[in-house]
């Protein structure tokens, strides 16, 4: 009763609503991309849906990542997400990982799951996915933001391209929707459109965006679809060397002063320099020793905001006053 | 002859246009004209830039009179 208006389409029927059951699909990043995607398989009945996210609801996700609510702001995606989501369906499963995804943990991850959607918003992630995806074997659901633009395509299908065909050298320029700005709807149509391509792999219906980019504007209305030529010797590297990382350096505007980045060791971009003292917020207190006390240290994070606690904090706690805060977080300081 | 070119993601933003008609040495190459709009437009990490020739992408062609150029920048928002 429950599925009755999609069982009625003759591309699902109950055989199709028991492949949905039958299915598990790991979402990686319930943020703009990730949230809608997992609200309509949830909806669908996919039979196990796994939520990968480090990261807390933040004020500022709420006009795209309608999932969360004022009262979730500072809560766990991942279990904010899993809480909502089984509401709206109780007779899935549905799994929160508080993890960020590793080199370490992709595989193990991925090797639970028949199908991988991404919702992340940086190049490491987005090639980590890549090539844990073609050493397990599995296919993955892209999709990629710059301001009114998006990208979307199935990597890995059934022999298909992998994203290293469309993009065998990446770049710095790594800019995230924090950065940029972007209108809501933008990654929730781009989430939506992956969870399309989810049912249709699932259900065995209609055509795969599998070797097909497909490009949208969302300001303009106008959308496009490229043929990505298979590179059969990016794919053959991964097999051969396993997950090969990206690292996003970034270099320091100014290199004549020390600074502390209170950032987590996962988020980037990373700055390569020796000026630069790395302790995560959470850490300060026990590795007080390593931050200088005699120099000014300009302290930084993505946004400033952790930084200004860390820096109200060491001095009202340690008493240090050489301490500055970099104002509007790490973009401010560096090249680019 | 005369090609469309179309620029995607920050390399609109770089060449402040969505879309160009040029006109281009018969017979160029997409290596050539890759090199002379990145050039022209000084546009940052082309490295990691690939170009579709009529929705065709990694192609290495001659171009032809009334070809399509899409140049497409990698980007990871989401």
Not at chain 1, 45 to 51: A, E, F, P
Not at chain 1, 70 to 76: A, I, K, L, S, T
Not at chain 1, 183 to 201: D, N, R, S, Y
Request: glycine fraction near 8%; proline fraction near 3%; aromatic fraction near 6%.
């Amino acid at each position: 009763m429950r599925y009755d208006r999609q069982i009625k389409l003759d591309e699902v029927g109950s055989s199709g609503q028991e492949k949905l059951r039958n299915a598990s699909v790991l979402i990686v990043g319930v943020g703009g991309l990730g949230c809608p995607a997992a609200q309509y398989l949830t909806g669908a009945g996919v039979g196990k849906i796994g939520l990968v996210d480090h990261d807390k609801v933040s004020i500022t996700n709420l006009h795209r990542q309608v999932l969360y609510d004022e009262f979730d702001v500072g809560r766990p995606k991942a279990l904010v997400a899993k809480v909502k989501l089984q509401r709206l369906n109780r007779e899935i499963e549905l799994v929160a990982i508080e993890e960020a995804l590793t080199m370490e943990n992709a595989e193990k991850l991925f090797n639970q799951y028949d199908l991988i959607i991404d919702g992340t918003d940086n190049f490491e992630t987005k090639y980590l996915i890549n090539d844990a995806c073609i050493l397990t074997g599995k296919a993955w659901i892209y999709a990629s933001i710059y301001k009114n633009e998006g990208q979307l395509s199935v990597f890995n299908y059934q022999n298909g391209p992998s994203y290293r065909c469309l993009f065998p050298k990446t770049t710095r320029q790594n800019v995230s929707c924090e950065a940029t700005g972007v209108l809501g709807v933008t990654p929730g149509l781009l989430g939506m459109l992956q969870a399309a391509e989810a049912l249709k792999i699932i259900l065995n219906v209609g055509n795969v965006l599998s070797g097909k980019l497909k490009l949208m504007n969302i300001l303009y209305g106008t959308e496009q679809v490229l043929n990505i030529q298979k590179r059969q010797e990016e794919i053959e590297k991964i097999k051969n060397e396993g997950i090969i990382p990206i690292r996003i350096d970034c270099e320091l505007k100014d290199t004549g002063k020390t600074y502390l980045d209170v950032r987590e060791d996962f988020e980037q971009p990373k700055v390569n320099s020796e000026k630069v003292i790395h302790i995560p917020l959470g850490k300060l207190k026990d590795r007080l020793k390593e931050i200088p006390d005699k120099e000014e240290v300009l302290v930084f994070c993505q946004s400033g905001k952790r930084s200004q606690e860390a820096v109200k904090m060491l001095q009202k706690d340690f008493g240090l006053r050489n301490l500055k805060n970099v104002e509007g977080g790490i973009e401010k300081i560096i090249d680019g | 002859m005369k090609v469309t070119v179309k620029y995607f993601g920050i390399i609109a933003e770089t060449a402040g246009k969505k879309e160009e008609i040029l006109d281009v040495a018969q017979g160029m190459s997409t290596t050539e004209l890759r090199a002379r709009q990145i050039k022209t437009y000084q546009i940052p990490e082309a490295e990691s830039i690939q170009l579709a020739v009529n929705r065709d992408l990694n192609t290495e062609v001659e171009l032809k009179e009334g070809d399509e150029v899409a140049f497409l920048p990698p980007f990871a928002g989401g």
